[in-house]
C-alpha cells in the first residue's frame, strides 16, 4: 500500500516563474492537507481540500496561491510567480474519509522549493 | 489565540536512559492531541495520537504520551532511548471546536540520543 506521494522532491524556480506540486494520497484516502515548513520552523496549514472541493484554506496566502483536488489525478499547490520568501518545503498529508479532525494525517516526503 | 508549544528547542539523553520531550497547548473545547517524528529530508511520520479515553497513550517505536488536561500538556516519553531515536520531533493538536481538521504544530524538538 503506496503511502502519501509528492512530485517532485526538489523544485528549482527563478523569481517570478511558476511552481506547481503535485500530492497524490494514500489510497482510499479523500481529504487532503497542505502545509508549508519554513526555515527552523515547525509546519504551517495552507489548505484542505477534498474532491473538488476547498473545505478551508484559512492558510493560504491571499495571492499567487492556488490549490485544487480534481475528481480524476493528483492534488496541485500552485504558487505563481514566486519570491524569494517562498522558499520552504511544502507537505502534503492525506486522511481517510471521516470526521477529520480526529483521522490521522499521513504525509508525504516534501518537495523542497528553493526559488533563486 | 490556539497554539501548541515544545518549550526545548533541543533534548540530550544518553543511549539507555529515558526520555521526554515536552508539549503544552492552548485550544478551545477539547484537544485532539498527536506526535510525529521527522528524519533528515523525510516527511514526518505518525506516533500516537490522543482522542478520548485513557490519558496514557501507547504508540510506535516504544513511544508513549500522557495527556495531562489539567496542565493542558501531552509529554511524549520513552523509557529506554536509542540512538536511532535522534530525529526532529512535532507536537500537534487538532482543535476539537469549530475545526476542519488542520492541525497545528508546535515549533518541534530536536532529541539528540549519545552512544
Known amino acids: 500500500n503506496a503511502g502519501v506521494m509528492q512530485n517532485p522532491r526538489h523544485l528549482v524556480r527563478r523569481r517570478g516563474q511558476e511552481a506547481r506540486l503535485r500530492c497524490s494520497p494514500m489510497?482510499?484516502?479523500?481529504?487532503v492537507y497542505w502545509y508549508r515548513q519554513l526555515p527552523e520552523e515547525g509546519l504551517k496549514f495552507m489548505v484542505y481540500?477534498?474532491?473538488?472541493?476547498?473545505?478551508?484554506e484559512s492558510g493560504m496566502p491571499k495571492e499567487r496561491f492556488s490549490a485544487e483536488f480534481p475528481k480524476e489525478g493528483p492534488s496541485i499547490l500552485r504558487i505563481q510567480q514566486v519570491v524569494r520568501g517562498d522558499s520552504a518545503a511544502y507537505f502534503c498529508a492525506s486522511s481517510p474519509p471521516g470526521t477529520g479532525i480526529t483521522d490521522t494525517q499521513y504525509f508525504g516526503p516534501g518537495t523542497r522549493l528553493t526559488v533563486l | 489565540a490556539q497554539s501548541v508549544a515544545q518549550p526545548e528547542d533541543q533534548v540530550n539523553v544518553a543511549e539507555g536512559n529515558p526520555l521526554t520531550v515536552k508539549c503544552t497547548y492552548s485550544?478551545?473545547?477539547?484537544?485532539?492531541l498527536f506526535w510525529y517524528v521527522q528524519y533528515p529530508n523525510r516527511g514526518l511520520q505518525f506516533l500516537l495520537k490522543?482522542?478520548?479515553?485513557?490519558?496514557l497513550v501507547k504508540g510506535s517505536y516504544g513511544f508513549e504520551a500522557e495527556f495531562n488536561k489539567s496542565q493542558t500538556s501531552f509529554h511524549l516519553k520513552k523509557p529506554s532511548a536509542l540512538v536511532s531515536d535522534s530525529a526532529l520531533y512535532f507536537c500537534a493538536v487538532s482543535p476539537g471546536s469549530g475545526n476542519t481538521g488542520k492541525l497545528i504544530f508546535g515549533q518541534g524538538t530536536t532529541l539528540q540520543v549519545k552512544p
Open positions: 481540500l477534498q474532491k473538488e472541493n476547498i473545505i478551508d
Open positions: 485550544v478551545s473545547g477539547n484537544p485532539y
Open positions: 489510497k482510499g484516502h479523500s481529504h
Open positions: 490522543y482522542i478520548t479515553g485513557d490519558n
